[in-house]
């Protein structure tokens, strides 16, 4: 259930589909939790990168 939660989440085509039931404040604060999600996923994709080519 978590993990079906989950990858709805950061399904890109679900980025920027309008709900209904929110309002704008609301939408603005899941959009910076998706982007700050993504920052995140980057930059530890970054730090992995860098410690498999120090090895």
Do not use: E, T
Not at 1 to 27: E, S, T
Not at 40 to 53: K, N, S
């Amino acid at each position: 259930m978590f993990f079906k939660k989950f990858l709805y989440y950061i399904n890109p085509l679900n980025l920027f589909k309008k709900d209904q039931d929110a309002g704008v404040n609301l939408r603005m604060m899941h959009g910076i939790n998706k982007i700050s999600f993504f920052a995140f996923l980057v930059c530890l994709a970054v730090m992995l990168y860098r410690w498999y080519a120090r090895s």
